[in-house]
T-cell receptor
Framework: GQQVMQIPQYQHVQEGEDFTTYCNSS?????IQWYKQRPGGHPVFLIQ?????EVKKQKRLTFQFGEAKKNSSLHITATQTTDVGTYFC???????????FGKGTTLSVSS | EPEVTQTPSHQVTQMGQEVILRCVPI?????FYWYRQILGQKVEFLVS????????KSEIFDDQFSVERPDGSNFTLKIRSTKLEDSAMYFC?????????????FGNGTRLTVT
């Protein structure tokens, strides 16, 4: 069945180091969204990518959508303790409006 | 900023009992969803609802689950006969349109504990 995979599952970094999470889909995606879930919280929308090869930046966060629209990445430059949480990518579920989420990458940051 | 609200925040029930989880989506949103997250695991899609009917459901959403929009504001998830493995955080989400550029807005969730 349709799958969205993310690696790594966990990442621990020292504050100031960079962090990257990778997302791969078993099918071509029309778009991909990224969400962040703080510990004990709910997923919060970060960004959406639509175009092949698209790159978007939000301050220290850089999001990329692969040329084949089957993979994506999120890169955080110079992590801060406020970046702690689980980052999920999500793509359309089948042909409908729901989203299927990857397993997420949980980031911990020590100061 | 408008938000999705869910009640209760925590529900404890015995195996075999029925539970109803409640959600009030954002008022101008048209698409509603239920997701669940078993502790520390992925956010799993259960069902989507549009125009007063189910539009998609996953294989998890079997006959023990049902959804309803009983009035103009509430959106409910009923689990008829709970099992231990139903213990999870259940998130309601809504989005303004079904288009890809419309983000999901999640509620704070209901933690369901089945004993």
């Amino acid at each position: 069945g349709q799958q969205v995979m993310q690696i790594p599952q966990y990442q621990h970094v020292q504050e100031g180091e960079d962090f990257t999470t990778y997302c791969n889909s078993s099918t071509t995606l029309s778009n991909i969204q990224w969400y962040k879930q703080r510990p004990g919280g709910h997923p919060v929308f970060l960004i959406q990518l639509v175009k092949s090869g698209e790159v978007k930046k939000q301050k220290r966060l850089t999001f990329q959508f692969g040329e084949a629209k089957k993979n994506s990445s999120l890169h955080i430059t110079a992590t801060q303790t406020t970046d702690v949480g689980t980052y999920f990518c999500a793509g359309p579920y089948q042909a409908g409006t729901a989203l299927i989420f990857g397993k997420g990458t949980t980031l911990s940051v020590s100061s | 900023e408008p938000e999705v609200t869910q009640t209760p925040s925590h529900q404890v029930t015995q195996m075999g009992q029925e539970v109803i989880l409640r959600c009030v989506p954002i008022s101008n949103h048209l698409y509603f969803y239920w997701y669940r997250q078993i502790l520390g695991q992925k956010v799993e899609f259960l069902v989507s609802f549009y125009n007063n009917e189910i539009s998609e459901k996953s294989e998890i959403f079997d006959d023990q689950f049902s959804v309803e929009r009983p009035d103009g504001s509430n959106f409910t998830l009923k689990i008829r006969s709970t099992k231990l493995e139903d213990s999870a955080m259940y998130f309601c989400a809504s989005r303004r349109t079904g288009l890809g550029n419309s983000p999901l807005h999640f509620g704070n969730g209901t933690r369901l504990t089945v004993t």
